[in-house]
């Protein structure tokens, strides 16, 4: 697809988008446009990606059905376990449109790193089954995803928790719960850190900026996506990740996030790098910057602080 293409279809999509969202105020109505907004913001491709080729040897397939689930309602996953047997897992969260078959290129970079990985599609996505999914059902399906994640990989100092996208809102969202529980119990850290590649603070703010529209959008929206009225609360180290050529989600949205989350925590911007290759384009210090996430040292800070300083500013 030609950039004028995506551009024109971009530009259309958030004029949809904010158009729904103004009448989602009036009384009439209301169920039906919020499943209208819905669509437009997860725009869902149905099928496999066009790049996608099989599954690399090694991969497993995986069907959740929780207890809460509906007869019609699962989720389809991947578990590829690294080579070594103790190695750090990561959870995988996407973003919008792609379900795993459009996800693999990045998956197998983080496995070439060394990890394990469990990738998981939401409900509506891919192969997993469900209606039109919610930001309510997506952060209920990474907490089903975390339950059986936390099964693979039983030491919680090397469980890692990844979102790319929209994917870093529902990981900074599974964060912060897990984080809540483990200091409403008095137990350790659920994870040893989060990453949040290409992410934003809220659905609001990047709807607002790559629609270039002064309207109210972020109090329109029903779904709200707010990062980073939440990150300050997480008590994990965090790595944030932005191409600082990233045309749909720009690289402050990370900076912002960077600000308000708590130490330990590092900002890595990515010369050169767009939404989707910021792994691929940074190489070894994405790597390193991994590798210095599992080995900070955690600070436990007082609920309703957080601090401005970074263990890694890149």
Not at 15 to 38: D, F, I, N
Not at 64 to 88: C, G, I, V
Not at 218 to 240: A, C, E, N
């Amino acid at each position: 697809m030609s950039t004028r293409l995506f551009s024109a279809l971009r530009r259309r999509w958030f004029s949809w988008l904010c158009a729904a969202t103004l009448v989602l105020a009036l009384p009439a109505g209301c169920s039906v446009l919020q499943h209208k907004e819905r669509e437009l913001v997860f725009r869902i491709e149905p099928g496999q990606a066009s790049w996608f080729h099989g599954l690399p040897g090694g991969v497993q397939e995986l069907d959740l059905r929780p207890r809460t689930f509906a007869e019609n309602q699962s989720l389809h996953a991947w578990w590829w376990p690294a080579k070594r047997a103790d190695a750090p897992a990561i959870l995988y969260l996407h973003g919008v449109r792609w379900n795993l078959t459009g996800q693999l290129f990045r998956i197998e970079q983080l496995h070439a790193m060394g990890y394990s990985v469990l990738a998981v599609d939401y409900r509506g996505f891919g192969r997993s089954r469900g209606d039109l999914p919610s930001e309510a059902t997506v952060y209920e399906d990474a907490r089903v995803a975390w339950e059986r994640f936390a099964q693979l990989q039983p030491d919680a100092s090397k469980r890692l928790i990844y979102g790319h996208s929209l994917g870093g809102a529902v990981a900074v969202d599974l964060a912060r719960t897990l984080t809540r529980e483990a200091r409403d119990t008095r137990t350790s850290a659920p994870a040893r850190g989060l990453i949040l590649e290409s992410t934003f603070t809220s659905l609001g703010d990047v709807a607002g900026v790559v629609a270039n529209t002064s309207l109210p959008v972020r109090w329109l929206l029903s779904q709200k996506f707010d990062s980073l009225g939440k990150i300050g609360d997480i008590d994990l180290p965090v790595l944030l990740v932005h191409g600082l050529d990233d045309r749909y989600v720009p690289s402050r949205f990370s900076q912002q996030l960077f600000e308000a989350a708590r130490e330990p925590k590092t900002l890595l911007l990515v010369p050169g790098a767009t939404h989707n290759n910021s792994m691929s384009l940074a190489g070894q210090r994405y790597r390193k910057a991994i590798q210095a996430l599992l080995q900070a040292q955690q600070v436990t800070v007082p609920a309703g602080n957080s601090s401005a300083a970074g263990f890694a500013h890149n």
